[in-house]
């Protein structure tokens, strides 16, 4: 079945230092890809996504470019700040599989010190 | 504005009771979903509903049942059933029932066992 992993935290960062979390899939069809943030004590939002291959999705700082000759979506940002410290989920649809839920990986826990 | 909202934000449980979760959207989303969240887990489906009057099991049902009367509510029941019920429960919704749609997430409830 379809699957997403992501790289285990937690990540630890001084403030300013480059982000990269590391995300591959596996997919039967032809999937969007979607990186989600946690806040403490809150639901998830979205952060960006991508639905095609070579997109490159941005918000807030952050890119991930869909790479599916690697079957990649990795996060980056390059100056990470204090606020950023969260937990991120990538996520996978597979629409060649049909409608079905997102799939989730683990999650990576960011915590970014001054 | 527009949202979801989940009740109790923290919940308490003596084994063998049952407990309901609520979750009402004022998105006008037609599709809704639980999720369970575990530390190191990621986020787990339990179900998931396209539209009014009928729902689906996701990945780990057992010990829960909802329900889907309108359009706007699905509540999660935790059964005395559900062996190891304490977790943060996630609530979330989308326009349509697509993977490509963006999940909304409520802001969590937390259920603990005594």
């Known amino acids: 079945g379809d699957s997403v992993t992501q790289m285990e935290g937690p990540v630890t960062l001084s403030e300013e230092a480059f982000l990269t979390i590391n995300c591959t899939y596996t997919a039967t069809g032809y999937p969007s890809l979607f990186w989600y943030v946690q806040y403490p004590g809150e639901g998830l939002q979205l952060l960006l996504k991508?639905?095609?291959?070579?997109d490159k999705g941005s918000n807030k700082g952050f890119e991930a470019t869909y790479r599916k000759e690697t079957t990649s979506f990795h996060l980056e940002k390059g100056s990470v700040q204090v606020s950023d410290s969260a937990v991120y989920f990538c996520a996978l649809s597979d629409r060649g599989s049909g409608n079905t839920p997102l799939v989730f990986g683990k999650g990576t826990r960011l915590s970014v010190i001054a | 504005d527009g949202g979801i909202t989940q009740s109790p934000k923290y919940l308490f449980r003596k084994e063998g009771q049952n407990v309901t979760l609520s979750c009402e959207q004022n998105?006008?989303?037609?599709?809704m979903y639980w999720y369970r969240q575990d530390p190191g887990q990621g986020l787990r489906l339990i179900y998931y509903s396209q539209i009014v009057n009928d729902f689906q099991k996701g990945d780990i049902a057992e010990g829960y049942s909802v329900s889907r009367e309108k359009k706007e509510s699905f509540p999660l029941t935790v059964t005395s059933a559900q062996k190891n019920p304490t977790a943060f429960y996630l609530c979330a919704s989308t326009l349509a029932f697509s993977g490509a749609n963006v999940l909304t997430f409520g802001a969590g409830s937390r259920l603990t066992v005594l």
């Open positions: 991508a639905t095609k291959a070579d």
């Open positions: 998105l006008n989303h037609d599709a």
